[in-house]
């Protein structure tokens, strides 16, 4: 879906902590890992708010 369409598949977030500190507006980064030649990794997300 992302090469053809530009969708995130993001489905495993663990958002709990955020609703808990009703963090209603955050900073959404993902930190891909840094590999040559590949069309994409795994990466680590975060929420900065």
């Known amino acids: 879906m992302m090469a053809r ?16 500190d009703k963090a209603y507006e955050f900073l959404f980064v993902w930190s891909p890992l ?3 030649g590949a069309t994409g990794s ?4 975060v929420a900065l708010y």
């Open 5 to 20: 369409r530009g969708i995130w598949n993001l489905e495993n977030l663990d958002l709990s902590q955020l609703v808990a």
């Open 34 to 36: 840094k590999m040559k």
């Open 42 to 45: 795994p990466g680590n997300p």
